[in-house]
């Protein structure tokens, strides 16, 4: 817990982050929640499974129109968190869920 509250998902990585015009896509991935069954790995070359951890883990965490898709796949095919995913595809633009968002609305779906 930050001195204010609870961390909002949505502001990790950004002080980093390169512009978003370049890159308006980031992931939030929930690695302590990962159980290492690779599906991720499978459908997106983001994704790199590590067999010495069984814990995959992003290539990068900001993408753009080219890598979106396959990246929404990810997060949608993750089976961790009963089907809610640990894989977030967040809109930086609009701070928007695109994937797996389960609550249907654009809120970010991730449970620290």
């Known amino acids: 817990m930050a001195e204010?509250?609870?961390?909002?998902?949505?502001?990790?990585?950004?002080?980093?982050?390169?512009?978003?015009?370049?890159?308006?896509?980031?992931?939030?991935?929930?690695?302590?929640?990962?159980?290492?069954?690779?599906?991720?790995?499978?459908?997106?070359?983001?994704?790199?499974?590590?067999?010495?951890?069984?814990?995959?883990?992003?290539?990068?965490?900001f993408i753009d129109e080219d890598d979106l898709d396959e990246n929404v796949r990810a997060a949608e095919i993750c089976p961790a968190k009963k089907d809610r995913g640990v894989i977030h595809v967040v809109d930086r633009r609009t701070d928007e869920e695109i994937a797996p968002d389960p609550n249907g609305d654009g809120s970010l779906s991730v449970d620290w």
């Open 4 to 61: 204010d509250g609870p961390v909002d998902p949505a502001t990790i990585g950004e002080r980093d982050a390169p512009p978003v015009e370049e890159k308006p896509y980031k992931i939030i991935f929930e690695a302590n929640k990962c159980f290492g069954a690779g599906k991720c790995a499978e459908v997106s070359d983001n994704w790199k499974l590590d067999l010495s951890t069984g814990i995959a883990k992003p290539r990068t965490y």
